[in-house]
């Protein structure tokens, strides 16, 4: 199976069981604590990945690769931490 074909069957199925199980009170509770964690927490892997990508530069890559990769890193991350728990 590609891996293209893969994700166009799958992603949807992952954010429907999510949104069909999340608790739409307690997301409206909670909101300004989520993005009070959330956006530092984003912010600070952001760089620190970024900063190791400079700092390493094993891959001989341009700045703009960097900032597409580390935000590749920090947006899938959490993704898969929470998949393996």
Same mark, same amino acid.
């Given at each position: =199976?590609?891996?293209?074909?893969? %994700?166009?069957?799958?992603?949807? !199925?992952? %954010?429907?069981?999510?949104?069909?199980? =999340?608790?739409?009170? =307690?997301?409206?509770?909670? %909101?300004?604590q989520i993005l009070v964690?959330?956006?530092?927490? %984003?912010l600070v892997n952001y760089?620190? !990945?970024?900063?190791?990508?400079?700092? !390493?530069?094993?891959?001989?890559?341009?700045?703009?690769?960097?900032?597409?990769?580390?935000?590749?890193?920090?947006?899938?991350?959490?993704?898969?931490?929470?998949?393996?728990?």
């Amino acid at each position: =199976m590609s891996p293209d074909l893969f %994700f166009r069957i799958f992603t949807p !199925v992952i %954010f429907f069981t999510t949104a069909f199980d =999340m608790d739409t009170y =307690m997301l409206q509770k909670l %909101f300004w604590q989520i993005l009070v964690i959330t956006i530092p927490g %984003f912010l600070v892997n952001y760089i620190l !990945v970024l900063w190791h990508l400079a700092s !390493v530069n094993k891959l001989l890559l341009k700045p703009t690769p960097w900032l597409l990769f580390s935000a590749i890193l920090v947006s899938s991350d959490p993704m898969l931490t929470a998949a393996a728990i």
